[in-house]
């Protein structure tokens, strides 16, 4: 399957947001006197302005198209995607410790039913098929930016245990 739509606009990234606000990363680090995890290089740099910059650049419609060639959402489904602005809450960030570019995927939430969350939502099957495919894109935005836009070589080897975005 493939998805026929046009190439959003990529996300703002704001650098007000830590990324280990997300439930869904985990960036490895050193803690300060606050507990607050940081990268031992440079405790404030996610190198999102960077990322930005590469995602304008032709990163962002190149993922974009990659991943719509294989897309597992029709047309209708992004619709919802589209009219919800899900897009726009992405967020992309460079992960020192493991030497790769991070990502907090949007989606759509458990309560969807009983917040009437969209009227076009009908099933778990479309929600959770929203929900994969924006992180599915999410993952395809980070290969190609750090294959293709970037090239921040680290002098260490990541650890196995590394967790998936």
Request: include cysteine; charged fraction near 30%.
């Amino acid at each position: 399957m493939s998805l026929d739509a046009t190439t959003p606009d990529p996300p703002d990234l704001s650098p007000a947001v830590d990324p280990e606000e997300y439930e869904d990363a985990d960036l490895g680090g050193v803690s300060d006197e606050d507990g607050a995890m940081h990268d031992e290089a440079d405790p404030n740099d996610y190198r999102r302005s960077e990322i930005a910059d590469a995602l304008t650049a032709g990163a962002w419609a190149e993922a974009f198209g990659r991943w719509a060639a294989t897309a597992k959402i029709d047309e209708e489904t992004w619709e919802v995607v589209d009219d919800l602005d899900l897009v726009a809450e992405f967020d992309f960030f460079w992960d020192g410790f493991a030497g790769r570019i991070g990502y907090h995927a949007p989606g759509v939430p458990e309560d969807w039913k009983e917040r009437e969350y969209h009227p076009d939502l009908e099933s778990w099957a479309t929600v959770s098929g929203i929900n994969a495919g924006l992180t599915e894109l999410g993952q395809t935005v980070c290969d190609v930016v750090q294959e293709e836009y970037v090239d921040w070589e680290q002098d260490y080897e990541a650890p196995d245990d590394l967790p998936d975005f």
